[in-house]
């Protein structure tokens, strides 16, 4: 028996000492993000109907969490707070009432300058640090040229990708999706002006109105001038906000979409080859499964799910060529990789032949909703060959926030200590030397409002979820809010709950039964202690400049990426000119 205990010492001593030796020599760090990604559509998730053949096997050779949280419940947002550790409204990078994701390329808002990415602190800790895929944190602030919010000033020494996110309207055939309601009502106001104009001319030459040609031209000068300020914006939106850049310059202007997965993946395996003596860290951001779900002829109808599980397996196709290059290049053992998505899946998302969005599976809720879990579970999975367990599952709650202090860790860096930072290093977690989370208490915002709080109790192992305001679904009794893009934050889209609704994850995951007062003796109890964390949580908060505001988020022309000169920008791959 002694023996044993002996044994056991040895085998955690090395284990730990091999992790403090892998981290000594600063490992890769290779972090994999796809887009509107449903936890349910992965096969190590419990999904037996599609094939993910390349992340399953990801999990098996990692560890696996089920309680990871996306910070938001959009790609704007999101993807700020996994850059930066911290919730994005800290940044300003989240709504107030409108907007709750960057519209344009040529708009002026984004990641602010004074904020630290993880790639800023490794690329300080000399390590090569890239960006493949998509950006959606702005680009110009003042002028074309200025590039302040661009990956480029935010720490990456390399970008190639899409400075926006795949949208409708980068496939002619769909159709628009940016502001397009705003672009309906434009366009009617537009028609009902020139029929006016037009009817008062027919008047004069009829002699039935009495009014000066000047006044008719005047009017319809007018008229034309509203009609071609609002469509120079959104009358080129697939020109102005589906391209493709290689750091600073336009490459591709409008992109092609149907190569464009080959393109990422071409740039990807580069950078992987090119800087294979390392260190490096190499953010892969994936276009996929983001609608308009463009797919290759190799992938099409070869899903049980459409278009979009068709989507879903060319995406794991794409995941398991990266790993390849890992692998061919002897890095397998020397990397830290990590796979997520930024959100829920897009319940809302549909055409005419069906579903276009993911599938969140058990858990209610999806995109846009930053209360239930459907809009915030997603995978998180981690692989350091001979560093992490294999195999092992972690039901710990974490947060897509917590990638920041663990990749600044393990890069050798320091995390900011002049701001507050919401993240918490996994490290210890996937170690294996701490048995719970760092996090007691996590904070649910969709856009600037509080929807949720969660308490994990780790003595008694309750997980406590109190709802403050939950989202109105439509038609009733559906899970999403079908009709509309995603449900709304705030307003009468939402039904706020006094007293809050409060359930137990540990034994109610999928929220469908929330607990009253008389049947949980311990419910006004819980309530009071999440109550006082929140309180803590609020006096962390202060004002900041927001980057959702109206003037931040409209289109400018000169702030308008552009291959060639405006506003004639055309270009082929790598910039090659072609007609406008």
Not at 381 to 410: K, Q
Not at 553 to 559: A, G, M, Q, T
Request: net charge neutral; with cysteine; hydrophobic share 35%.
């Amino acid at each position: 028996m002694d023996s044993w205990w002996v044994l056991l010492g040895l085998s955690l001593l090395l284990r730990t000492s091999g992790f403090q030796a892998a981290n000594a020599s600063k490992p890769n760090i290779l972090l994999i993000m796809a887009d509107d990604l449903g936890i349910g559509d992965l096969g190590c998730y419990g999904n037996n109907t599609l094939r993910t053949p390349n992340i399953d096997r990801l999990a098996e050779e990692g560890v696996r969490l089920t309680q990871h949280l996306a910070a938001a419940p959009l790609c704007t947002p999101s993807r700020s707070s996994f850059l930066t550790g911290r919730h994005s409204f800290r940044s300003g990078m989240e709504a107030h009432d409108g907007y709750r994701a960057l519209q344009w390329n040529g708009g002026s808002g984004g990641l602010p300058e004074n904020e630290t990415t993880f790639a800023r602190i490794l690329q300080q800790q000399g390590y090569a640090t890239g960006l493949i895929g998509k950006w959606h944190q702005g680009v110009n602030c003042e002028s074309r040229t200025d590039h302040c919010h661009h990956p480029l000033n935010h720490g990456f020494d390399y970008f190639y990708g899409m400075p926006f996110t795949l949208v409708n309207d980068c496939d002619p055939g769909r159709p628009p999706e940016v502001d397009a309601s705003t672009r309906g009502r434009l366009w009617f106001y537009t028609q009902v002006a020139a029929l006016g104009v037009l009817t008062v001319a027919l008047g004069k030459i009829c002699g039935l109105i009495s009014v000066p040609w000047k006044a008719v031209l005047g009017a319809a000068s007018l008229v034309f001038l509203f009609f071609v300020s609002w469509y120079a914006s959104f009358g080129f939106v697939r020109r102005w906000n589906c391209i493709l850049m290689r750091n600073h310059d336009v490459t591709e202007q409008p992109m092609v979409l149907e190569r464009t997965a080959h393109l990422m993946l071409q740039e990807a395996v580069s950078y992987i080859e090119r800087n294979k003596h390392g260190p490096f860290l190499l953010f892969v951001s994936l276009l996929h499964v983001h609608i308009p779900l463009v797919t290759t002829k190799q992938f099409l109808g070869k899903s049980q799910h459409g278009l979009y599980g068709d989507n879903v397996e060319e995406m794991d196709w794409l995941v398991g060529e990266i790993l390849q290059a890992i692998e061919e290049n002897g890095l397998k053992n020397t990397t830290f990789t990590y796979f997520t998505s930024d959100h829920g899946g897009h319940l809302e998302a549909r055409d005419e032949r069906g579903q276009l969005g993911g599938w969140n599976g058990i858990f209610r809720g999806g995109k846009g909703m930053g209360g239930w879990e459907g809009g915030i579970r997603v995978p998180g999975i981690f692989r350091w060959p001979g560093v992490l367990p294999a195999g092992r599952v972690i039901h710990e709650p974490t947060s897509l926030m917590d990638v920041f202090p663990t990749v600044v860790e393990l890069g050798g860096g320091h995390v900011p200590q002049d701001r507050v930072i919401d993240g918490r290093s996994l490290v210890p977690l996937l170690q294996g030397t701490a048995e719970h989370s760092a996090h007691e208490f996590l904070f649910h915002y969709c856009g600037k409002y509080l929807h949720a709080a969660r308490w994990h109790e780790k003595d008694s192992g309750r997980l406590w979820k109190v709802h403050y305001m939950t989202p109105r679904f439509h038609p009733k009794g559906a899970g999403a809010c079908h009709g509309q893009g995603v449900c709304p934050c705030s307003g009468d889209g939402v039904t706020q709950h006094s007293p809050p609704l409060l359930f137990d994850l540990s034994r109610d995951p999928s929220e469908t039964r929330p607990l009253p007062p008389g049947s949980e003796p311990r419910y006004h109890a819980v309530l009071a202690r999440v109550q006082e964390a929140l309180e803590q949580h609020r006096r962390t908060l202060s004002p900041v400049p927001p980057q959702f505001s109206l003037g931040n988020i409209v289109w400018k022309p000169w702030l308008q990426p552009c291959c060639g000169t405006f506003p004639l920008c055309a270009c082929t791959q790598d910039g090659d000119p072609s007609e406008a």
